[in-house]
């Protein structure tokens, strides 16, 4: 497989593990749409992935429209940017237009500088931890604790493929992260930090951390979606755009 295509399967591997560990979640997959449930009434967090170009396009994604409106949830669908332009123009047709790009990342260079100073980087295996990234979470992203604790449960720090670490700066829990591994791809999510401990290079060496720890497990590559304000930093840590994940929306739900 090339990086292209090793870092979309990393994508596709790391929400399926999210969806079938979220409390309220659940994961449908068939002929190249795999549909992720989170069990919360945000439409980031319902993922539609057309994962190689569709048959039936239409009908398929209405089946993925069907699905989510099942669980009355709203949901996005994400397409790799040259993928498949017939289930584009089917989202189109549908009601679903063009909202945004996610730029998918890659970087093959898994030498891991040190962390900075003042930063204790742990493994989140108990409850103590768990209650802290999750505090984490809430408070980097700005979502409601409620929603976080259906999302990241305990089912989840101990799925086999899947690692969260929190950082702890002056005592409190201030960055984390999440490895999901597979393929030999350490796959970033959850890279999050505490307002008050940001401009300090946590975010940066919460993701080094995952990436090193990838490598312990026979990882030659590293993959994340970046947002707009990570990007840079992304760049600069050696990463580039490999997938461009076009977004299609429903407007008003």
Same mark, same amino acid.
């Not at 190249?32 to 945000?42: H, I």
């Not at 700066?169 to 992260?177: L, N, R």
């Given at each position: ?12 591997? #790391?929400?399926?593990? &999210? ?7 659940? +994961? =449908?997959?068939?002929? /190249? @749409?795999?549909?992720? $449930? ?25 089946? #993925?429209?069907?699905? &989510? ?7 996005? +669908? =994400?397409?790799?940017? /040259? @993928?498949?332009?017939? $289930? ?25 500088? #040190? ?139």
């Amino acid at each position: 497989m090339n990086i292209v295509d090793r870092a979309d399967e990393s994508y596709f591997q #790391a929400w399926r593990a &999210f969806g079938r560990c979220a409390a309220g979640g659940a +994961v =449908r997959e068939s002929s /190249g @749409l795999l549909c992720v $449930s989170s069990g919360l009434p945000v439409a980031f967090m319902n993922l539609a992935f057309v994962t190689r170009p569709l048959s039936a396009p239409e009908d398929q994604i209405a089946s #993925a429209m069907a699905f &989510f409106d099942s669980r009355r949830e709203p949901f996005i +669908v =994400r397409i790799r940017e /040259g @993928l498949d332009r017939a $289930s584009e123009a089917a989202c189109e047709r549908l009601g679903m237009p063009y909202s945004d790009t996610v730029p998918g990342m890659a970087s093959t260079s898994m030498s891991v500088p #040190a962390p900075p100073a003042g930063l204790d980087i742990r493994l989140v295996d108990s409850g103590p931890a768990l209650h802290d990234f999750r505090a984490v979470i809430s408070a980097g992203y700005e979502i409601p604790m409620a929603m976080v604790e259906a999302f990241v449960t305990a089912d989840l720090t101990r799925a086999p493929e899947v690692e969260s670490y929190v950082g702890y700066a002056d005592g409190q829990p201030a960055a984390s992260s999440t490895l999901a591994f597979g393929g030999r791809v350490a796959g970033i999510h959850n890279v999050a930090t505490a307002q008050e401990f940001r401009k300090r290079g946590f975010g940066e060496a919460m993701t080094w951390h995952g990436i090193e720890r990838g490598a312990a497990y026979g990882c030659d590559m590293a993959a994340l979606q970046s947002s707009e304000m990570g990007q840079p930093i992304y760049a600069r840590m050696g990463f580039r755009v490999v997938s461009p994940y076009r977004t299609f929306h429903r407007p008003g739900v």
